[in-house]
Nanobody, 117 residues
Framework: QVQLVESGGVLVQAGGSLRLSCAAS????????MGWHRQAPGKQRELVAA???????NYADSVKGRLTISRDNAKNTVYLQMSSLKPEDTAVYYC???????????WGQGTQVTVSS
């Protein structure tokens, strides 16, 4: 059973930084595409950043230059480094995995990020 466990969500002041982590309980992590999505109250879930198995990345326009996605295949972990945070970044952040082998999509339980002004 695939499990994605996020951590790192906190209350932070505007302009601050933090790092989210997502640990995956799979042996095929290096072949899986990973991503971070977020959902603010009353809004739809949206893609924030994604990283392929080869390390290619893409970002939502709203976070370019402020958020960085990375992965450590040895630790089965994907990270989201967040800096210059804004109140509009406040949301529940979800880790997503697209399995190379099963072609299924898996989600973590989410971690709350709150940015105070």
């Amino acid at each position: 059973q695939v499990q994605l466990v996020e951590s790192g969500g906190v209350l932070v002041q505007a302009g601050g930084s933090l790092r989210l982590s997502c640990a995956a309980s799979v042996s095929t992590f290096s072949r899986d595409a990973m991503g971070w999505h977020r959902q603010a109250p009353g809004k739809q879930r949206e893609l924030v950043a994604a990283i392929s198995s080869g390390g290619s990345t893409n970002y939502a326009d709203s976070v370019k230059g402020r958020l960085t996605i990375s992965r450590d295949n040895a630790k089965n972990t994907v990270y989201l480094q967040m800096s210059s945070l804004k109140p509009e970044d406040t949301a529940v952040y979800y880790c997503r995995m697209d399995s190379y082998y099963s072609h299924l999509r898996y989600w973590g339980q989410g971690t709350q990020v709150t940015v105070s002004s």
